[in-house]
């Protein structure tokens, strides 16, 4: 099939099923969660192009681009939430509640995945080499949360969670090339930054007037974002995720609305997008990856249970000796994770050049989270307002 004609079909195929009316079938609850994961638009990529062979090598190479505007949506949907009027407002002790709930996720997933790499050489060899780089881009999906609905302590913590996860992959993405990782950590913040005041000072100077063509604008600020970090081989998300938390940050009130409102209304479409396009673009993978991945997952719960229990008010030393007690939104801990896991996973894959065995190894992690945080009674409510 040309190339050009095997992109159409991945892109109407994406689009197509997230428009579809589908029939109200009762399901069970736990399948309706795994469900919202996004699987079945990997497995409709997968079924696309290495199942019936659709797209050919050069079609699959056309494909990256799409995949790289998929995870810069997802990196700006997340830095929409980042803009300094909120940031300022986080105080020290959220910080450190933050950084105590946060940093042992990430420090014992990525542990994990080093023994696993080296215990077990057919997986170390999906997720490829060197093995650090790579378990620390694990330790760092693994550590963002999804937004809950509830106290908005709780949502900020989700929020920190997230911050430190996209450190930690961007550190794995600048190790994984040592000898430019000083350069891919400048052209990071440097790019999202300037894009983000591009956009800034064209909202203030030009569409203020019109803020309708907010949308319009922002749409190729993701877009050029996702275009430089692909081409400078960087995270599309972090890049993405600075821009909009510049543009929030620096923008009249009803141009933010605006590109609020864009960028949420085509948050699904593109999110399914980027998954059949990923699905598409897979190879075979070693079948340890399907044990590894609830295994990390089943690791992060009991980590941040046992942190949440015992660790802020009983066993750490520094919390026992502050003059507060740990805030009541923690009572219980935020299994669940979003988007921005999946997308921080394809990101660094995508800088790669693949193999893809870190994004199946997220999304299978976040589906385990999923069934766990249905099935037990160590997390919160299951209604989710939004994915970080």
């Known amino acids: 099939m040309h190339p050009l004609l095997a992109l159409a079909l991945v892109i109407v195929a994406g689009i197509g099923v997230t428009r579809l009316s589908r029939p109200h079938l009762r399901f069970p609850a736990l399948l309706h969660d795994l469900l919202a994961t996004g699987a079945l638009f990997l497995l409709l990529g997968l079924l696309i192009g290495p199942g019936l062979g659709l797209i050919d090598v050069a079609g699959l190479h056309m494909l990256e681009p799409l995949v790289a505007l998929g995870i810069g ?94 450190g930690a992959v961007v550190v794995a993405v600048a190790l994984y090339h040592p000898h430019v990782a000083v350069r891919s950590l400048i052209f990071t913040l440097v790019g999202g930054a300037a894009l983000g005041g591009l956009f800034a000072g064209l909202a203030r100077w030009i569409l203020v007037r019109d803020p309708d063509d907010a949308a319009v604008a922002a749409f190729a600020v993701v877009l050029a974002g996702a275009g430089f970090s692909y081409a400078a081989r960087l995270s599309p998300f972090v890049v993405c995720a600075l821009a909009a938390a510049v543009f929030m940050s620096l923008s009249p009130p009803a141009v933010r609305r605006a590109v609020v409102g864009l960028l949420t209304r085509w948050e699904h479409a593109l999110y399914a997008v980027f998954l059949v396009v990923t699905g598409a673009l897979l190879s075979p993978l070693s079948p340890w990856v399907l044990v590894a991945a609830p295994l990390l997952a089943l690791i992060r719960v009991v980590v941040r249970w046992v942190t949440v229990r015992f660790g802020l008010d009983q066993v750490d030393p520094v919390w026992r000796s502050l003059p507060f007690a740990p805030p009541r939104e923690f009572a219980q801990s935020p299994v669940r994770q979003g988007a921005s896991a999946v997308a921080l996973a394809a990101g660094f894959d995508l800088v790669r050049g693949g193999p893809w065995a870190v994004l199946v190894t997220i999304l299978l992690s976040v589906m385990a989270a999923e069934a766990v945080a249905a099935r037990t009674p160590l997390t919160a409510s299951a209604r989710q307002a939004e994915v970080s």
């Open 73 to 166: 949506w997802a990196g700006a949907l997340f830095g929409i939430r980042l803009e300094w009027r909120m940031v300022r407002r986080i105080s020290p002790r959220t910080w450190l509640v933050g950084a105590t709930l946060a940093l042992p996720v990430l420090l014992t997933t990525t542990v994990m995945a080093v023994i696993l790499a080296r215990a077990l050489p057919s997986l170390a060899e999906s997720w490829g080499h060197p093995s650090f780089p790579v378990a620390l881009a694990l330790g760092g999906a693994l550590t963002t949360a999804a937004s809950q609905q509830g106290p908005g302590l709780g949502r900020r913590n989700a929020l920190l969670d997230t911050l430190f996860g996209a």
